[in-house]
């Protein structure tokens, strides 16, 4: 049994005995006291990393003999790439997720103990009950799957080389994206668990004992009085005691609630600080996943709507949500929306990890992944039965249609939530559809493009309401305006040949003016600044989505001789006179030792109204994954040109007699692809714009927590 493997079981051990020390020092989490019981979740997290670092460990040193480094990893990958398998692989990026998670809830763990409120001490045991629940959960996943599994008995000689990464995951984003992004889904789970820390405590406080016993202690005593005041034939005193009572109970009610109004305060800080967190790593996580498909040729550009990319949309339009919705309400709509989110990386994780559905991020079948599934089965029961106890509805339509500002978050909600669950039937229907026929199905790209449509326009308009100051009638007069405007375009198929494209532009434009217009009124708060710049950061991205899926020119294949020259979309292109053949100087493992690749090389000369571009084309042969190549990417301030090299049957035979016999003959001619995408730029602008906002917003709440615990101190 390897080191790794006897490190996760005793963490587990750990992690059970530490939910049993905080079940039974239940609320005794109070500042200076019980200290030694987070020893056995500091030991739990050391554990955890003595298992990481045993998997990077035989990532570096090419120990072959466990099955998750033959898989993907070879001698000559580099280091960089070697590091990034413990969040690659199947099996060492559960591992890492997990990791991930152990991390986050130490640090709300230290920053959750340390309140002298009795009230705010069984909030955090409870908190911690659950998060321990959910990294259990987790490190029985990693040890099922056991990243730790050996290739073969011992008693045979391991494999001297293995197979190898993907060469569609050897990008310097793949050291980035999956990172943030599973960083996103730690802090997501958290922010369910507090709401359903909170949900809890609630449920066992807010039952009959707690106002009942304040209130029939009150009445007794009132009661003693009135009696006494009868029998003494005091008529006036009677309507005194009576009003005495109700006064009483009035003031121990008000007591009651303004105690209970504080320790929402109290725990709502760290439930809306987590959650802006989670959505801002999920944003960034998305963004740079869009980045990453963009360069790598096979991908769909930045966005296919491949199932595992849907999946990852859906916390981010859960917790989008969120923010739209009134934290001074009577239901538990912001609760349950921090459920979606949370059962949507549910779900996307069973999408990966379980292969139930096609897409080029996913791993092979498991039932693994409807056991994720089942899991988030159990904590939507848990949370419905939570909301019978606490007799609150899940939603209420609380919306002023006389306010601007209530009907435009009104709308920016549910237009969010109509599309999330577009989303998720287009992620299901093949799931059922399979399940039916057998036969494997996949949603188009129409059906979301399509059907997202409404709630996204449904949505820009909203956002331009959230930014205006003026009334309701006014406002729909200037949409019904907006409306005909775009009505107009899309006849008169002008500017973009896409018909809903042109309907949809004047909106942005005008959401877009008012979102600017709001700039005036929000000098000197920071938070107010970060949020107007997330909603125009949204805007310029669906702008540039809108231009550039919908203008994109495509050549077509073209075939060039060496050394010829095309004219293409206003550029002139020009191929090198020669092409040369290189073998890969590192190794894998396929039936016998071969190199990992051999690569034809050509120049490039691509001469545009802005200047010359020199760089070169190539295709790769990847004996274990066959033919690669990578796109060149021009990028002007209008457009990008995108240009690549073209699979053909003399380019693979040419690179696969290079490969087995040494070597072949270059051949005389290439066929490319060209590529023309306009203002694609818009859409990095504004995720670059979108990550300030956010960030504005984190700090600002981050001043604004240190702010309210130096008045605390004081007071």
Partial sequence: MDIGYIFLILACITVVTDFVLIAVNYGKFRYGKFRPLHLTFFLSIALLLCAYFRILVAFLTDDFALKEVFLYSSSGLPLMFKIANTWIGE??????????????????????????????????????????????????????????????????QPPVEGMGLNPLLQNVWVLIHPPVLFIGYSLTMFSFSIAL?????????????????????????????????????????????????????????????????????????????????????LSLGISLGGLWSYEVLGWGGYWAWDPVETASLLPWLALTAYFHLSAKRDDIAREFMLFIAFFMVIFASALTRGGLLESVHAFARSPLGYVILI?????????????????????????????????????????????????????????????????????????????????????????????????????????????????????????????????????????????????????????ALGTILIHLAIVIILLGVFVSSSAEQDSGDIKVALGDEVNVFNAKIRIGDECQLFKSTGTVYRAHILPEYTMLRTGISINTSYHTYKDTLWMRYYPNYELLTRPLIISEPARDIYVSMKYTDTLYDTLRNAMMFGEASPPSHIVINVKVVPLVSLIWVGVIMMSAGMIIVVLSRTSSKSDSKKSDSKS
Avoid: H
Avoid at 136 to 143: E, G, M, N, Q, T
């Fill in 91 to 156: 099996s060492s990026s559960l591992l890492f997720m997990c990791l991930v998670f152990a991390l986050s809830y130490l640090f709300l763990r230290l920053s959750a103990s340390s309140s002298p409120s009795v009230k705010r001490a069984q909030f955090s045991s409870m908190l911690f009950l659950i998060a321990d629940v959910f990294l259990l959960f987790l490190i029985i996943i990693v040890i099922v799957e056991n990243p730790f599994e050996s290739i073969q008995p011992e008693s045979i």
């Fill in 375 to 527: 899991f988030g089965a159990v904590m939507g029961i848990l949370f419905l039965v939570l909301r019978i106890i606490l007799r609150k509805p899940i939603y209420m339509f609380d919306v002023d249609v006389r306010s601007l500002q209530s009907l435009s978050r009104f709308i920016v909600f549910w237009s969010l939530l109509l599309a999330l669950i577009v989303c998720v039937a287009g992620e299901l229907m093949p799931i059922a559809g399979s399940m039916l026929t057998g036969v494997e199905m996949k949603t188009q790209q129409e059906f979301f493009t399509k059907w997202c449509y409404p709630p996204t326009i449904a949505f820009v308009i909203a956002l331009a309401g959230c930014n205006l100051r003026m009334s309701v009638k006014r406002f729909l007069l200037l949409t019904a305006f907006v409306s005909a405007l775009g009505a107009a375009l899309a006849l008169l198929k002008m500017p973009l040949p896409n018909t809903l494209a042109n309907f949809g532009i004047p909106f942005l434009c005008f959401a877009a003016l008012a979102i600017i217009s709001n700039f005036t009124r929000i000098i000197g708060k920071a938070r």
């Fill in 197 to 281: 820390a909170r949900m809890i405590t609630s449920a066992a406080t807010a039952s009959p004992s707690g106002t009942a016993s304040l209130s029939s202690e009150c009445c007794d005593d009132a009661d003693a009085n009135y009696a006494g005041a009868a029998g003494a034939n005091y008529a006036g005193a009677i309507d005194d005691v009576r009003d005495e009572r109700n006064e009483r109970n009035e003031r121990n009610l008000s007591d009651l609630s303004s105690l209970r109004n504080k320790e929402r305060r109290e725990e709502r800080p760290y439930e809306e600080f987590t959650v802006l967190l989670a959505w801002l790593f």
